[in-house]
Nanobody
Framework: QVQLVESGGGLVQAGGSLRLSCVAS????????MGWYRQAPGKQRELVAV???????NYADSVKGRFAISRDNAKNTVYLQMTSLKPEDTAVYYC??????????????WGQGPQVIVSS
């Protein structure tokens, strides 16, 4: 079994910064792509940023230049550094990871989602 545990959410003023962390634990053979999604009230969940096992990254247009995703494979951790935060960044942020528990078994996992609130 694999678990994703996130931390780092909270309340911040517009223009401020936050860093989210997500640690994967359990039966992990290989970490593949890891990413962050968010869901604002009344809206669909959307991709924020993703980083693959080769450290290639992809970002939603709305966060390019403000957010940075990174990973530490030794710690099974993915980070999301958020700067120049705007009220429209307010959402629940979910960690996502594509993980092999063995040579064959591969599954996608979600974290519980820390709340990020950006006040104007």
């Amino acid at each position: 079994q694999v678990q994703l545990v996130e931390s780092g959410g909270g309340l911040v003023q517009a223009g401020g910064s936050l860093r989210l962390s997500c640690v994967a634990s359990g039966s992990i053979f290989r970490l593949n792509a890891m990413g962050w999604y968010r869901q604002a009230p009344g809206k669909q969940r959307e991709l924020v940023a993703v980083i693959d096992s080769g450290d290639s990254t992809n970002y939603a247009d709305s966060v390019k230049g403000r957010f940075a995703i990174s990973r530490d494979n030794a710690k099974n951790t993915v980070y999301l550094q958020m700067t120049s935060l705007k009220p429209e960044d307010t959402a629940v942020y979910y960690c996502n990871a594509d993980i092999n528990s063995g040579w064959v078994h591969r599954q996608n996992y979600w974290g519980q989602g820390p709340q990020v609130i950006v006040s104007s």
